[in-house]
């Protein structure tokens, strides 16, 4: 008999697991800062875990507004004490998630500074859709330009430049 239903406990083990892990939380000091959506924390057992802002994509290097997004979200949380929500963990072992300096969420605060988009592939929510119609309807920061290209679209054509050189 508990051979038969072995693989539904299996099954059932992996989907307790994985929701365990999303609701993990980090407590611990911003040390680094890679871009407008990626940080660095150090926890207080001396571990660092990079975290990936859930829900937004912000401009990456090369594009306009990376470094003011970079410069705006170290002067948030650089060197202060942040709690992460952990949603997931990605492919490159990054916890996914949401970013809380006392009760504000720095998530939705690069979005309301134009500083980032909304990205509706990972997340659906009206508060950060709210948030993006903010900014661009007062033409903050990246939404002042005419074309702002969105992270997802330049780093597509950024691969199609790379495979069409190694040709």
Same mark, same amino acid.
């Given at each position: 008999?508990? #051979? *038969? @239903?072995?693989?539904?406990?299996?099954?059932?083990?992996?989907?307790?697991?994985? @929701?365990?892990?999303?609701?993990?939380?980090?407590?611990? #000091?911003?040390?680094?800062? &890679?871009?407008?959506?990626?940080?660095?924390?150090?926890?207080?057992?001396?571990?660092?875990?990079?975290?990936?802002? @859930?829900?937004?994509?912000?401009?990456?290097?090369?594009?306009?507004?990376?470094?003011?997004? *970079?410069?705006?979200?170290?002067?948030?949380?650089?060197?202060?004490?942040?709690?992460?929500?952990?949603?997931?963990?990605?492919?490159?072992?990054?916890?996914?998630? *949401?970013?809380?300096?006392?009760?504000?969420?720095?998530?939705? &605060?690069?979005?309301?500074?134009?500083?980032?988009?909304?990205?509706? $592939?990972?997340?659906? &929510?009206?508060?950060?859709?709210?948030?993006?119609?903010?900014?661009?309807?007062?033409?903050?920061?990246?939404? &002042?330009?005419?074309?702002? $290209?969105?992270?997802?679209?330049?780093? *597509?054509?950024?691969? $199609? $430049?790379?495979?069409?050189?190694? #040709?």
């Amino acid at each position: 008999m508990f #051979k *038969k @239903h072995l693989p539904y406990l299996i099954i059932i083990f992996f989907l307790t697991c994985q @929701h365990a892990i999303a609701q993990q939380k980090i407590f611990g #000091k911003v040390v680094r800062i &890679s871009d407008g959506d990626t940080i660095t924390i150090l926890d207080s057992l001396n571990q660092q875990h990079r975290v990936r802002l @859930h829900g937004i994509d912000s401009p990456e290097k090369g594009q306009d507004y990376f470094q003011v997004a *970079k410069e705006y979200i170290g002067q948030l949380c650089f060197q202060r004490e942040v709690e992460v929500s952990i949603l997931k963990y990605d492919h490159y072992k990054r916890a996914i998630g *949401k970013v809380y300096i006392d009760s504000t969420e720095v998530n939705v &605060s690069m979005l309301k500074a134009g500083l980032a988009w909304h990205f509706l $592939q990972f997340d659906k &929510s009206e508060e950060y859709a709210q948030a993006e119609e903010e900014a661009r309807l007062n033409k903050r920061n990246l939404w &002042s330009l005419k074309t702002a $290209q969105a992270p997802w679209e330049f780093r *597509k054509i950024k691969r $199609q $430049q790379q495979k069409l050189k190694a #040709k």
